[in-house]
């Protein structure tokens, strides 16, 4: 069996014992030789000592969704050998780190276990006990690259751009690679039938994760202010954000262009983007969900007060802490209808880090045009594992659409003005406070009317909050549409999903096609939803609707915002905490279809 | 919050200030608040303030959780943009505003209920980053809009209408602002106009977190015999530390104001002046370890200590923290703020 460029493999390690660097090494190396690949990092919540597990797929064909069969394990963690051993697919391989014996009963017939003694040789080699450590990972890639053939060239590159500045560990890390690429060209059969061959289907890619890519647009976009509160998995988010400021706003006295804060809890941040759009800055949070959960107050403010803010999640499994290092799509409800009393929002969903880099300026637009809170629901699994994507590119005719933002003058030439009172589509018109003439207002989250006024009267509440529905029903037609894919002919079934599944979903619809099973899809990118949404649903006779969490939430908003009946609607659900792999799609449907023709 | 548009009577004998503006340039919409209520006090003594200070009224923005002290934003300076917001969260909202436009006055008004209880977390970090603005805690000790429940700032013993003690001890928010390191607090008094204007405007001007806790009493809940944040309370066990002159950068000191023998001058971030007179021997409010020892005993008396409490001019506010530049992040045009796809491009090659 030759698997040339299409297969997966996992390494087990460690967390915190730097296994983190081999990985990043092995990817790249195979991403430099041109060959589409994708990293999901699966690990625990934890700084040191528990399991941790990577897992790299190599494509030639591009697909980029997590895969169900691992191909070779490396085994550098005795603790979960049973579980490792167990999880590699039959005829398939493993490494494991001969220094110790492997323990007689976990050996399987009907897989190859190869033994690299990754822990003796660095004993050997190295004096330090945290090189000794350390440097382990970087043997077993070497093993890894002899095993799959990886151009050591390319390694040799990578090495040196990283530790160039550091001769000393430089050339330890070329010792240890060498020890287990040597090791195994010696003792083992190199290469495996699993193996790498050069393509050329990555030199106008990057690889990178989505908190990375947001934060960047976010700079790109204008957003001068951050306010967050540290938490898994968003984290980075902010940091990348501060790192570019860093880079490219700071002036050359050392001034900065930016500023970021890091609150005391979410409720602040939330307080301080407010805030800081109120005064007519662009300004962001990143959070996940129990972040979102505790802005829940200020987010109803800034939806009935009418004030721009950009809210990035980055989801998480599970309610309450859950677990944190896990991926979902379970806050579709908290997010879209957050807040008490009735509230929607306009909500963004991204497929990867690149989709992310190009809706920070639109979700900054949409929340000035419709002066309201904007939520971008990225997940773990888009913002922390290294996604290979185009590479991104700006528009430098962008403008900021500030929305309908009046000036003292503005106002002076309207004569009378009101703060709340419709100019169009539902959308009123703001002024910023230092603005002054007739301009100043006086912003409440009590009630009030289409003055600013505050008022406890019926008629003039709803005139408010009717209006405000009317800006969400025109926000339908202007975010962004949903990405259809028609099979060839058409086809009566369709699939929707959002967000980061949209790799194994259309590798699944690719499966379908070819078992003779065709499928239309549509990837929802926004809600409220849009008509071509509409359009979709009621062009299928039957309707998958794919999606990473328990209570099916994307097809309750569908039922529920459009009226589409949910007896066409059938639920495909993937909620343990890992990124979607094709087959569960394929199973689905293949079931579905079949209990129908019974 | 609640407001009735008060009618546009002109005054031809009102005086100007620099500006032109008079008094009543300064005022906002009708108080909805009870009469007598010390919350309309202060609210005056800020008019007052601000006119003397030539503010343009534009140039102030007025911060304020919930609460009957939150509602006071809407009763002064109509033309200046204001923000009611939601409970115990004006410090966060206020820390945005200024991060984005550094050049507005800010003035938070706050009470009890709001900064002690609810909002606690909010008030402390202010002072922590060391937000440039006038923080006001207006002071009396219960929840009025909830009829008369006690507040974290009640002391022990302290009776309600109905006659129960609280037993629970009280938080000192002057205290608790010097032990997190506020660079200007002070305690005032709303039946005491005369001594809580210069205070305001020394706080105006200071340059960062300004903190002063006002006791404002509440006719209809907590000034009854047995409250001690009743006027009568106060008035008995006021005892006065320092209390302040403040003198504009522009005004020039005559004589009259000049130099004598009692008074302290501190020279203020803008070259403004402000002066107290130290009525304790002892006191001194620019040694922090002092000034809580000194306010701490009085306390513990059953004296309300009042006056400038401690100053220090000369620290950074969160801007000079964060070497932000002086243009406020809002004027920064786009294209000094995009970098543009060449250097996109440029960095795009780091990512292979």
Redesign the interface.
């Known amino acids: 069996m030759s698997q040339v460029n299409d297969f997966a493999f996992k390494i087990a390690t460690v967390n915190g014992t730097g296994s983190a660097s081999a990985n990043t090494l092995l990817m790249t190396s195979i991403f430099r030789m041109g060959i589409p690949v994708t990293g999901k990092n699966i690990f625990p919540s934890n700084i040191q000592g528990l399991p941790t597990w990577y897992e790299i797929r190599v494509s030639g064909d591009g697909w980029n969704a997590r895969r169900a069969q691992i191909d070779l394990v490396v085994a550098m963690n005795p603790e979960t050998y049973k579980k490792d051993i167990a999880s590699v697919t039959a005829g398939g391989y493993l490494i494991y780190d001969s220094s110790w014996p492997l323990p007689a009963d976990l050996v399987r017939e009907d897989i190859t276990i190869l033994g690299v003694p990754c822990g003796k040789m660095c004993v050997e080699a190295f004096e330090r006990d945290r090189d000794r450590v350390l440097l382990r990972n970087i043997v077993y890639a070497g093993a890894v690259a002899a095993l799959l053939d990886i151009d050591m060239n390319v390694v040799d590159e990578l090495l040196k751009e990283t530790y160039g500045r550091k001769p000393k560990l430089l050339d330890a890390n070329h010792t240890a690679v060498r020890l287990g690429y040597d090791y195994t060209r010696a003792n083992l059969q190199c290469p495996l039938p699993i193996r790498l061959e050069r393509l050329d289907k990555t030199k106008d890619c990057i690889l990178i994760d989505g908190n990375t890519a947001f934060g960047l647009g976010a700079v790109f976009a204008g957003a001068t202010v951050g306010g967050w509160y540290p938490i898994t998995p968003s984290t980075a988010m902010m940091d990348a954000f501060a790192n570019f400021c860093k880079k490219y706003r700071t002036t050359p006295d050392g001034e900065k262009n930016y500023i970021v804060i890091q609150a005391e809890d979410e409720l602040a941040a939330a307080g301080i983007v407010i805030g800081a759009n109120w005064a007519g800055a662009r300004a962001f949070t990143s959070t996940s969900g129990p972040g979102i959960s505790l802005m829940q107050e200020f987010i109803g403010l800034a939806y009935y007060a009418e004030i721009p803010s950009v809210f990035v999640n980055v989801q998480r499994t599970g309610p309450s802490t859950g677990m944190p290092t896990r991926t979902q799509q379970a806050d579709l409800f908290s997010c879209a209808y957050a807040s008490h009393g009735d509230t929607k929002h306009i909500c963004l969903y991204p497929s990867d880090p690149k989709e992310l880099f190009d809706m920070a300026p639109v979700a900054f637009d949409l929340a000035e045009r419709f002066q309201t809170p904007v939520f971008v629901l990225s997940d773990l699994d888009i913002g922390m594992n290294d996604w290979m994507v185009p590479k991104f590119t700006w528009n430098d005719g962008y403008v900021p659409d500030r929305g309908n933002m009046l000036t003292a003058d503005d106002v002076e030439k309207l004569g009378k003005w009101g703060r709340y009172q419709d100019t169009g589509g539902g959308i009123p018109s703001r002024t910023l406070p230092g603005s002054g003439g007739k301009g100043a207002y006086f912003t409440r989250g009590s009630g009030h009317n289409l003055n600013a006024a505050y008022t406890e009267d019926s008629a003039e509440y709803r005139a408010v909050v009717d209006r405000i529905a009317l800006k969400f029903t025109t926000a339908a037609g202007e975010v962004p549409r949903a990405v259809i894919e028609k099979a060839p002919g058409g086809s009566d079934i369709g699939i929707i999903a959002i967000g980061s599944t949209n790799g194994a979903v259309r590798e699944a619809i690719d499966r379908l096609a070819k078992q003779g099973v065709s499928c239309d899809y549509c990837r929802i990118r926004a809600f409220p939803f849009g008509a071509d949404v509409v359009e979709f649903l009621e062009s299928h006779e039957k309707v998958f609707v794919v999606e990473q969490n328990r209570d099916a939430q994307l097809r309750s908003m569908i039922g529920i915002e459009t009226g589409t009946p949910f007896s066409k609607m059938i639920s495909v659900l993937d909620y343990g905490g890992l990124p979607l792999v094709p087959r569960v799609v394929v199973d689905a449907v293949v079931a579905q279809m079949a209990g129908v023709q019974q | 919050?609640?407001?009735i548009a008060k009618p546009p009577v002109r005054h031809p004998s009102l005086g100007k200030n620099a500006l032109g503006f008079t008094r009543r340039d300064y005022e906002g919409a009708m108080s909805t608040l009870c009469a007598g209520c010390g919350h309309d006090s202060v609210t005056a003594a800020l008019i007052q303030a601000f006119w003397e200070l030539d503010v343009?009224?534009?140039?102030a923005?007025k911060m304020s959780g919930i609460g009957c002290s939150s509602k006071t934003?809407?009763y002064f300076m109509?033309?200046?943009?204001?923000?009611?917001?939601?409970h115990g969260?004006m410090?966060?909202?206020?820390?945005?505003?200024?991060?984005?436009?550094r050049?507005?006055m800010y003035i938070g008004i706050s009470g009890d209920g709001d900064s002690l209880s609810i909002g606690l977390?909010?008030f402390?970090?202010a002072i922590r980053?060391n937000v440039q603005m006038l923080y006001l805690l207006e002071n009396n000790g219960v929840y009025g809009l909830t009829k008369g429940q006690f507040s974290a700032s009640a002391d022990v013993g302290s009776t309600s209408k109905k006659g129960e003690p609280n037993i629970q001890k009280p938080i000192d928010p002057a205290l608790l602002a010097l032990s997190l390191g506020a660079t200007f607090v002070a305690r005032s008094f709303s039946g005491d106009k005369a001594h809580l204007v210069p205070i305001l405007k020394a706080g105006l001007k200071h340059n960062g977190f300004a903190f002063i806790d006002i006791i404002s009493p509440c006719v209809s809940f907590n000034d009854h015999e047995g409250s001690t944040k009743s006027y009568k309370h106060t008035r008995e066990h006021e005892v006065d530390l320092a209390p302040v002159d403040f003198v504009p950068l522009r005004r020039e000191i005559t004589a009259k104001q000049g130099p004598d023998a009692g008074v302290t001058s501190v020279t203020m971030h803008d070259g403004s002046i402000l002066r107290f007179r130290k009525t304790a021997r002892e006191y001194d409010p620019t040694d922090r370890g002092a000034a809580a020892s000194h306010v701490r005993a009085c306390s513990e008396r059953g004296e309300v200590a009042t006056g400038l409490l401690y100053v220090e001019e000369g620290g950074e506010e969160?801007?000079a923290l964060?070497?932000?530049?002086?243009k406020p992040?809002?004027e920064?045009p786009?294209e000094?703020?995009?970098?543009?796809?060449a250097?996109?491009?440029e960095?795009?090659a780091e990512?292979?």
């Open positions: 919050m609640t407001s343009p009224p534009h140039r923005a934003t809407a109509k033309q200046s943009h204001g923000f009611n917001s939601v969260r410090p966060s909202l206020t820390t945005g505003a200024n991060a984005a436009n050049d507005l977390g909010q402390c970090h980053r969160m801007h964060n070497r932000t530049v002086a992040l809002v920064l786009f000094e703020l995009c970098p543009g796809n250097r996109l491009q960095l795009m990512y292979r």
